[in-house]
């Protein structure tokens, strides 16, 4: 019988754990997002037109693109820094 509950403890931890991991999060998401309206503008709409705009970019693409700066498959010394300490979790809800 312990086993049994610790068991169903652990898959309640389980559960719980993928929930957050697929919902995003949208409001920790914009207090992420504050650092990168500098550049891309604060309705993600960038002014600068070296820079590209966020806003109405689909959210797949957008984690997509910030993997690839934290791995450095691409390489940006504008955005690398400001992409490269989010966790996967704010990745996510960045980009939603
Ligand atoms: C110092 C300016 C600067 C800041 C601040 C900045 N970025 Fe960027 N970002 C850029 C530049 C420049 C590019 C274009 C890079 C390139 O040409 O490869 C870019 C590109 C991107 C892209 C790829 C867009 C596309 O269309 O492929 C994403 C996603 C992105 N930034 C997210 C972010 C996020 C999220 C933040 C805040 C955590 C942020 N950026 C902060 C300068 C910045």
């Known amino acids: 019988m312990r086993n049994a509950s610790a068991f169903s403890l ?22 992420k997002a504050a650092d990168c309206s500098d550049c891309h503008g604060p309705a993600g709409i960038s002014e600068n037109p070296v ?7 689909h959210a797949d693409y ?14 940006n010394p504008f955005c ?9 979790e704010d990745i996510n809800n960045v980009a939603a």
Request: proline share 4%.
């Open 51 to 57: 820079i590209p705009h966020l806003a109405g970019q």
């Open 10 to 31: 652990a898959l309640g931890i389980l559960t719980l754990g993928s929930i957050s991991a697929n919902s995003a999060d949208i409001a920790a998401g914009n207090a």
């Open 62 to 75: 957008l984690m997509h693109q910030m993997r690839n700066f934290k791995s450095g498959v691409r390489d």
């Open 80 to 88: 690398v820094p400001m992409v490269d300490h989010l966790s996967d």
